[in-house]
């Protein structure tokens, strides 16, 4: 009875495991329809240490193990100088430079420091003006160029300009500048915004600088006119203590120029910019009594004979 017992129980099993695998296999087959290959690893690089142990046996180390420092054989043996050699200086026998060689050196290498003094005569703002500053709306604000010159606005002034769509307003400056040490020039210039209008003619006035003829009393060599456009001025030199006796776009020009004691009439036209020009084509037709001079071949005593 136990044999027989025994007999539906392994068939029952074996059946429930013939099941199991005919419901398996398909259900596993159908969902892995395709076959990836696995992606081959790379060996890993081990770093390790040579050690004296493992160097190899073909490298010849012999020449080095009988070698001791210590002993008197290890005697360093210079080359035999050249004929007429001398030795150089040692650096304690040198001169003691000054501070002005240092800074000089210093300058020449790294360029001009930031202590306000130049030895080698470069611009120690240079630095200053590639640097770009930042306001507190992102946009980058653009700093004066301290190249010694002083600007001072003559007129601003809104104008318009007639195009297919209708009229564009602009804004026009008129600037001068110098240095008060007899540069001076003058600039205009148009733009949407007055700042930027005030900085294009800067620019232009840069670009269009003259030399004003100065005497020792900081006045006129001698009279002069000079005409642009339908404005005309006159320029008079005057004595010392006079000071610039002049109106409009005239006394600025002088004033940037440096000129101290002068006389200054406008005549025909009120425009500024025009004035101003013609400023400049006066003080430009005046020239030094040493120019005139040497132009002639005279001293410049015969001048006032």
Same mark, same amino acid.
């Given at each position: 009875m136990a044999a027989t017992a025994a007999t539906p129980r392994a068939t029952l099993s074996s059946l429930s495991s013939l099941?199991?695998?005919?419901?398996t296999t398909p259900r596993l087959s159908f969902l892995s329809t395709t076959t990836t290959a696995k992606p081959t690893k790379l060996p890993k690089l +081990?770093?390790?240490t040579v050690? +004296?142990?493992?160097k190899p046996d073909n490298i010849d180390t012999k020449l080095f193990e009988d070698f001791n420092p210590d002993e008197d054989d290890a005697v360093f043996d210079p080359p035999t100088p050249p004929e007429n050699f001398t030795p150089p200086p040692s650096f304690d026998d040198l001169p003691v430079e000054t501070e002005d060689e240092i800074a000089a050196a210093y300058e020449e290498m790294y360029g001009p420091a930031y202590s306000g003094v130049s030895v080698?005569?470069?611009?120690i703002y240079v630095m200053d003006s590639k640097v770009k500053k930042t306001s507190a709306f992102g946009k980058t604000k653009k700093e004066k160029v301290k190249d010694g010159f002083e600007e001072r606005v003559v007129q601003v002034r809104r104008v318009t300009k007639v195009v297919k769509g209708g009229k564009q307003l602009k804004f026009r400056a008129i600037v001068v500048v110098g240095d008060k040490k007899g540069q001076?020039?003058?600039g205009v210039g148009k733009a949407k915004e007055v700042i930027a209008a005030v900085q294009k003619s800067a620019v232009d006035a840069r670009r269009n600088i003259i030399t004003v003829p100065m005497t020792k009393y900081l006045?006129?060599?001698h009279r002069s006119e000079g005409d642009f456009g339908a404005a005309k001025v006159m320029l008079r030199p005057a004595s010392p203590g006079t000071g610039v006796i002049a109106g409009g776009a005239v006394r600025i020009v002088l004033e940037m120029a440096g000129v101290e004691n002068a006389l200054g009439k406008q005549l025909g036209s009120n425009n500024a910019l025009n004035n101003a020009r013609a400023?400049?084509?006066a003080?430009?037709?005046m020239k030094q009594w040493r120019d005139v001079a040497r132009e002639r071949g005279i001293p410049m005593e015969e001048l006032w004979k």
């Amino acid at each position: 009875m136990a044999a027989t017992a025994a007999t539906p129980r392994a068939t029952l099993s074996s059946l429930s495991s013939l099941s199991l695998s005919l419901y398996t296999t398909p259900r596993l087959s159908f969902l892995s329809t395709t076959t990836t290959a696995k992606p081959t690893k790379l060996p890993k690089l +081990a770093l390790t240490t040579v050690r +004296a142990s493992d160097k190899p046996d073909n490298i010849d180390t012999k020449l080095f193990e009988d070698f001791n420092p210590d002993e008197d054989d290890a005697v360093f043996d210079p080359p035999t100088p050249p004929e007429n050699f001398t030795p150089p200086p040692s650096f304690d026998d040198l001169p003691v430079e000054t501070e002005d060689e240092i800074a000089a050196a210093y300058e020449e290498m790294y360029g001009p420091a930031y202590s306000g003094v130049s030895v080698l005569g470069n611009d120690i703002y240079v630095m200053d003006s590639k640097v770009k500053k930042t306001s507190a709306f992102g946009k980058t604000k653009k700093e004066k160029v301290k190249d010694g010159f002083e600007e001072r606005v003559v007129q601003v002034r809104r104008v318009t300009k007639v195009v297919k769509g209708g009229k564009q307003l602009k804004f026009r400056a008129i600037v001068v500048v110098g240095d008060k040490k007899g540069q001076v020039g003058v600039g205009v210039g148009k733009a949407k915004e007055v700042i930027a209008a005030v900085q294009k003619s800067a620019v232009d006035a840069r670009r269009n600088i003259i030399t004003v003829p100065m005497t020792k009393y900081l006045t006129f060599p001698h009279r002069s006119e000079g005409d642009f456009g339908a404005a005309k001025v006159m320029l008079r030199p005057a004595s010392p203590g006079t000071g610039v006796i002049a109106g409009g776009a005239v006394r600025i020009v002088l004033e940037m120029a440096g000129v101290e004691n002068a006389l200054g009439k406008q005549l025909g036209s009120n425009n500024a910019l025009n004035n101003a020009r013609a400023t400049v084509v006066a003080v430009q037709k005046m020239k030094q009594w040493r120019d005139v001079a040497r132009e002639r071949g005279i001293p410049m005593e015969e001048l006032w004979k």
